[in-house]
């Protein structure tokens, strides 16, 4: 693999591939360390931004070393370049996030009443308070996210203070259509260990600034796409997404890791299709990139030999819950979902035996399929394989290196590696 695995700027440093031989017969944990590492390293992930960009040409310069042929495919996003996102009432102050598609506010800040969303009737000039109930949130098409801010705008709220009541007590940013219509005024994420005093105010229906201050447009991203033909009938494609709101380093640096060791060995072994392996951006807005491959370049059905998607929080570390806080345990998240067409279940069962999450292989369809993977499903593929799953710090400005090590990684890129060579 190229010399860019490990971080950018090190004079001589060696690459992860010296560390790591290229037919090597299991993954190797360091290695994929160091891939999570400088996933890391490229900072926020949010479409077509710095991080997003940068990680996208890092990989595209490792599968170049690999012999890969690569080119990105563009397309335009939403975005935010936030100045600014706060609510205040009196002397207390928190910052929120602005949920995409981002309306601004003035400047200044919008000062306006706040009042609980629960309470019936009219949010005429208000700010709407919204506590959402429990759940590892994911996304605003979620019926409980978007009825409950279609009901607050109904009722007149100038805007709306969304608390996503989670299992860390973190804002969680939330995936959103970016070919819909957006919410008509500011919706932001307020974190439930900041919501208390604000839950009180609400009550009280006191004055609250919130204020979003921030560039807002479109921008350019791209799909990279790498593709090493050997001549064959038939492809075998792999996919994962690299972008989403925050660092993302198990919800997206896990499947990375995956995608690249894959990329590796395939690459080494010589199988008897064409390699096409996609990193997709604009997933955040509910799987925009992927869609974009899918209709404009994807090679047809008949062509395919397998499409394997590695999707969000493929070895993701589980926690404790105890009075003093969340404490990390050396296990993996069990929130993670394996599927397959039928054809491939038995087999892909028989890999991932013993990876809690992962032993129940349900029938890829659109009821157990999870993000890209239903759409290609859908568009009549007739072998796939797909992972989904949702941290404890999913969608969370912590999703850091806390939330994955590459020990995690190694037995789910071990699993993948075994159940593709069963498959080809």
């Not at 308070?129 to 100038?158: I, N, T, Y």
């Not at 957006?182 to 004055?207: C, H, N, Q, Y």
Request: hydrophobic letters at 45%.
């Amino acid at each position: 693999m190229g010399a860019g695995v490990l971080a950018a700027g090190a004079a001589g440093a060696a690459s992860v591939a010296k560390a790591a031989p290229a037919a090597a017969a299991k993954p190797d944990p360091a290695w994929l360390q160091a891939v999570l590492e400088r996933f890391a390293g490229f900072g926020v992930k949010a479409s077509g931004g710095a991080g997003d960009t940068a990680s996208g040409a890092w990989l595209e310069g490792e599968l170049a070393s690999l012999g890969y042929r690569s080119e990105r495919q563009a397309f335009e996003v939403p975005y935010a370049e936030v100045r600014k996102a706060t609510l205040a009432v009196g002397d207390k102050v928190v910052d929120v996030f602005p949920q995409a598609i981002v309306r601004t506010t003035d400047p200044t800040g919008l000062t306006l009443p706040l009042k609980a969303a629960s309470v019936g009737g009219s949010l005429d000039g208000a700010i709407a308070l919204v506590v959402l109930p429990f759940r590892r949130w994911v996304s605003l098409a979620e019926p409980a996210a978007s009825s409950a801010l279609k009901d607050a705008f109904d009722r007149g709220a100038e805007a709306a203070v969304l608390v996503t009541t989670g299992p860390t007590g973190e804002a969680i940013g939330l995936n959103v259509s970016a070919s819909k219509p957006a919410f008509p005024k500011p919706v932001v994420i307020l974190a439930p260990k900041d919501a208390e005093p604000f839950v009180t105010a609400a009550k009280a229906g006191e004055s609250a600034t919130l204020t979003v201050d921030a560039e807002v447009g479109r921008r350019p991203a791209y799909n990279l796409i790498a593709r090493l033909d050997r001549g064959a009938a038939k492809t075998l494609i792999v996919t994962t997404p690299r972008s989403g709101w925050f660092t993302c380093v198990a919800e997206r640096g896990a499947g990375v890791a995956v995608w690249l060791w894959l990329a590796e060995t395939l690459a080494a072994s010589r199988p008897g299709v064409n390699l096409e392996f996609v990193a997709t951006s604009g997933h955040e807005y509910i799987y925009l990139g992927g869609e974009q491959y899918l209709e404009h370049h994807a090679p047809k059905p008949a062509d395919t030999h397998l499409w394997v998607h590695i999707g969000a929080s493929a070895a993701a570390r589980d926690w404790h819950e105890l009075p003093g806080g969340l404490r990390p345990l050396p296990s993996a998240d069990s929130q993670r979902v394996l599927t397959a067409t039928p054809d491939l279940i038995a087999r892909t069962r028989a890999a991932f035996a013993g990876l809690n999450g992962l032993e129940a292989v349900y029938e890829a369809n659109r009821a157990n399929a999870g993000g890209e993977l239903v759409n290609v499903i859908e568009a009549g593929y007739a072998r796939a394989i797909g992972l989904y799953g949702g941290h404890r710090y999913f969608h969370t400005a912590q999703d850091d290196l806390r939330c994955v090590s590459g020990d995690l990684v190694a037995p789910v890129a071990a699993a993948f590696q075994s159940v593709i060579a069963a498959s080809l």
